[in-house]
């Protein structure tokens, strides 16, 4: 704990610039080509005070570049975050082009230490033998390495029967669940009342939200509009994340990507309260997909320096590792 403390402290000095510019990893998440002297490090070497929920490899768009394994490692020692979890994209409105779950499980063997694979499934995947061969499925993946299920991302309204099928799966094998929500994918009304009807039917099924439509609810005056986007305005209370975080101790945010920044730093005393209330059930992430990526939950953290450090060791890694059962 003093050796994350002593990080944290480091990295609040104005930490993503400084450290970046010093450290070798810079080079190679600029420009995407690593120094010839660089050494990849291990889990063993880099013991950085974070755990990144959320990342993916290859390429996502085809307005984007290719991430290789190496580029997110470099990048990671750069920012000093000790291990990241990889998402496949499997359904087609989740990404222009599909990163399967046997490409997660492949890229990332040989650096399991650090990065830590994610199974996915389509909902509308031509199966047989219904629950039974779906779990059979994902054993075959998680037996493979994959610690979790996700990033959920289907055009489906989240508590679409199909929909329902994977979370009783994930349920069995007790994979967590990283799910995308908006107004395209895994679609809800204002309030979430069918994320509560999946929550309520699977209890035994870890769900970790994350999107514009996840993220936005964290504000009670969401509209529907506002589900597909980047919500501006100091958020109201009475938000369905809160309500629904009270209600289910099987549900967590992931804190990456535009949505997730926006989501505390549109209302920085508002945000600061939600991650003090809800500092058990929150993860950090970037949502890293591309080189050159700007990253904005470090510029978020900075400005909130008053946060207690036994939060932010819970937020930073702490409720990713318990969750993710990671040694």
């Known amino acids: 704990m003093d050796s994350l403390r002593s990080a944290s402290k480091l990295l609040n000095r104005r930490r993503f610039q400084s450290l970046a510019v010093a450290h070798a990893g810079w080079f190679t998440a600029m420009t995407g080509v690593a120094p010839a002297s660089a ?3 291990s889990v063993a070497d880099q013991k950085g005070p974070y755990v990144d929920m959320h990342t993916h490899l290859g390429q996502t ?3 984007t570049e290719y991430l290789s394994a190496e580029v997110l490692l470099r990048w990671m020692d750069s920012v000093q ?3 990241a979890v990889v998402l496949p994209l499997v359904s087609p409105e989740s990404s222009s082009y599909p990163l399967t779950s046997d490409f997660v499980l492949g890229e990332t063997r040989g650096h399991r230490d650090r990065l830590i694979p994610f199974c996915s499934i389509d909902p509308r995947t031509s199966y047989r033998g219904g629950l039974k061969g779906l779990v059979a499925m994902l054993k075959r993946y998680q037996d493979a390495g994959a610690k979790g299920f996700g990033e959920h991302k289907p055009g489906l309204a989240v508590d679409d029967p199909r929909n329902m099928t994977i979370y009783a799966a994930c349920a069995e094998v007790k994979l967590p669940l990283l799910f995308h929500l908006d107004n395209q994918r ?4 204002p309030g979430l009342p069918g994320l509560e009807k999946a929550l309520q039917a699977h209890p035994g099924c870890t769900f970790i939200g994350h ?3 996840w993220w936005a609810s964290i504000s009670g005056n969401v509209t529907r509009a506002e589900m597909a986007g980047y ?3 100091e958020p109201t209370p009475g938000g369905a994340i809160d309500r629904l975080m009270a209600k289910y101790r099987n549900l967590y945010g992931d804190l990456s990507a535009g949505s997730g920044a926006n989501s505390i730093s549109r209302g920085l005393k508002f945000g600061r309260e939600f991650l003090l ?3 058990d059930r929150i993860m950090f992430g970037t949502d890293y997909l591309a080189p050159k990526q700007p990253i904005p939950q470090f510029e978020l953290f900075e400005r909130m320096l008053d946060l207690p450090t036994e939060v932010t060791e819970k937020i930073y890694r702490g409720n990713a590792r318990r969750v993710l059962g990671l040694s």
């Open 277 to 279: 209330r809800r500092q």
């Open 61 to 63: 768009w085809n307005s």
């Open 186 to 189: 895994n679609t809800d009304a």
């Open 211 to 213: 999107g514009p439509g």
């Open 81 to 83: 975050i000790e291990q």
């Open 39 to 41: 050494k990849l490090s």
């Open 231 to 233: 919500p501006k305005g």
